[in-house]
């Protein structure tokens, strides 16, 4: 178990929390176009969200973008994830599908960080990682639910079992009811900080009532935050520019 995660030239859980911006192109030619605009923005980190592309279905294709996108965008930390329907993604696969994917992401190389769902069940959750991690990947391994929070003891559960299969990175993203559900979210994220020092993790409270939850992790302890360039994957992400300026306030008061 690593205390940070250090991609390229980015070290995921030391100082501000880090900027991912993710890429939600269908064709080659939008994911490419999209990979171009990325240069110009203040990032830290990619995510491709495989699950918006036409062709995810085949697996040569998603090697071939793969290897397009990082053509164009060599140097920045790559996260590959495939989101499923049942987690507020774009399509569903079957389990078998979803590991084999994933692992040929792995394989490649071109993947810094693999998104594994926790949900997707230990047998095929935990073999995944491990060989994620002997191609040598990184793993976020992910819960999200798009119509509720559960309690704190559920939340911080979910993320500890996420660390005990081997994330490098557990990550849980929440809708919230109210403000008090935004709460539960931080308070679960700061006893994963004071609980387990060395493993950084990623949270998020949803939609504009959590959008506090994504420029607060530096006092709370969440480790990177996603932010939108053309398109928001996800409700209560705000632009990368706006999201960089909070981060720094934040930074410069504590
Ligand atoms: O898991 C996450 C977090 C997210 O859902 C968000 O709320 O910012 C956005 C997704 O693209 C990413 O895979």
């Given at each position: 178990m690593t205390s940070t995660v250090k991609v390229k030239q980015v070290t995921i859980g030391e100082g501000m929390p880090k900027i991912c911006v993710p890429m939600v192109g269908a064709t080659t030619a939008e994911l490419k176009e999209e990979a171009?605009?990325?240069?110009?923005?203040?990032?830290?980190?990619?995510?491709?969200?495989v699950d918006f592309f036409d062709q995810v279905e085949n697996i040569e294709a998603v090697k071939a973008a793969l290897a397009d996108i990082r053509n164009i965008i060599p140097d920045l930390p790559l996260v590959f994830t495939f989101r499923s329907a049942k987690e507020g993604g774009e399509k569903e696969i079957t389990t078998e599908y979803y590991a084999e994917l994933n692992r040929a992401a792995a394989a490649t190389g071109l993947a810094d960080i693999i998104d594994v769902e926790l949900f997707t069940g230990d047998d095929t959750v935990k073999p995944l990682v491990d060989y994620a991690h002997q191609q040598g990947a990184y793993v976020i391994i992910s819960n999200h639910d798009f119509h509720k929070t559960p309690p704190k003891a559920e939340i911080v559960s979910r993320l500890e079992k996420a660390r005990e299969l081997g994330g490098d990175l557990p990550k849980i993203a929440l809708m919230p009811a109210d403000a008090g559900d935004v709460l539960t979210l931080i308070e679960a994220t700061y006893t994963m900080k004071e609980k387990y020092p060395d493993c950084p993790v990623i949270t998020?409270?949803?939609?504009?009532?959590?959008?506090?939850?994504?420029?607060?992790?530096?006092?709370?302890?969440?480790?990177l935050t996603f932010g939108s360039a053309k398109k928001a994957s996800a409700p209560g992400q705000i632009p990368v520019s706006e999201l960089r300026t909070a981060l720094e306030l934040v930074h410069r008061s504590l």
């Open positions: 171009e605009a990325l240069k110009s923005l203040d990032l830290d980190v990619v995510e491709w969200r998020m409270s949803m939609a504009g009532k959590g959008m506090i939850s994504r420029i607060a992790g530096e006092v709370f302890g969440s480790a």
